[in-house]
């Protein structure tokens, strides 16, 4: 994302962001993917999840977003859960929430690769 110009950022999110039309632009709903994404609760680990192209590409844009307006120290509330790396496993993600509760009635602080080092 460093690489990403302001510029370009701002072209992908018009792009993606505007209303679905007659000429096949098409609408981000970051609802919608969560709920494709949470529709794999209690399936076998590795059912897949199909996400548009442009779903994922959003999602990307929006989540740079989110962290780019956030300041760099963030102050969190107890209670806490710390969570350790997770490799990248969606399912394990997804057992850690069913265990612990769903953000955002749980907190969470992910150190992902921070542990490993």
Known sequence: FSAMTE???EELTEEMTEEKT???????????VIEKLLGVRGKH???LVELEQFEIEALCLKSRETFM??????????PIKIIGDIHGQYYDLLRLFEFGG???NA????LGDYVDR
Not at 70 to 75: N, S
């Open 107 to 110: 907190n969470y602080l992910f």
């Open 7 to 9: 510029e370009m950022t």
């Open 22 to 32: 007659e000429d096949g632009t098409k609408v981000f709903e970051v609802d919608a």
């Open 45 to 47: 680990p590795g059912t």
């Open 102 to 104: 769903y953000p955002p």
């Open 69 to 78: 307006s956030q300041p760099v120290f963030l102050e969190l509330e107890p």
